[in-house]
């Protein structure tokens, strides 16, 4: 494993991101609820460029006590983005699928020093 210097802590703002090659990777490092989270821009679906897809509240729907519909609502707190080729969508947070939780983004460590923002890949 090595550590990759990709760019400054203060790049990205809450709910922003910085698509980066570290490693020979592309790799996309987000910020959501303050914590900085790094995926590789390779979507499990068929590789597309995940990391670069529009960045979205994830999408609910509520059901009353009879189970009956109220209707789709964005899910408050929630942070997602949606592949561009395909539309396969993903929690931010986790890297999992929002449907599908045995599908998930590729993670990769990220470390912050003195502001400067670090991501681990395999050497
Ligand atoms: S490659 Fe991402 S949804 Fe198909």
Redesign the pocket.
């Known amino acids: 494993m090595q550590e990759v210097f990709v760019g400054q802590e203060d790049e990205i703002p809450e709910g922003g991101r910085k698509v980066v090659v570290a490693g020979g990777i592309e790799i996309g490092v987000f910020r959501v609820d303050g914590q900085l989270q790094a995926w590789r821009n390779e979507?499990?679906?068929?590789?597309?460029p995940?990391c670069q897809?529009k960045m979205m509240k994830g999408v609910e729907e509520r059901l009353d006590a009879d189970r009956r519909s109220l209707g789709i609502h964005y899910k408050e707190g929630s942070l997602h983005v949606v592949?561009?080729?395909?539309?396969?969508e993903f929690d931010l947070r986790t890297g999992r699928h929002a449907g599908l939780d045995r599908i998930r983004l590729a993670a990769h460590k990220v470390t912050v020093r003195q502001g400067a923002v670090f991501v681990s890949v395999n050497a």
């Open positions: 979507c499990p679906h068929q590789g597309g995940v897809g592949c561009p080729w395909h539309g396969y």
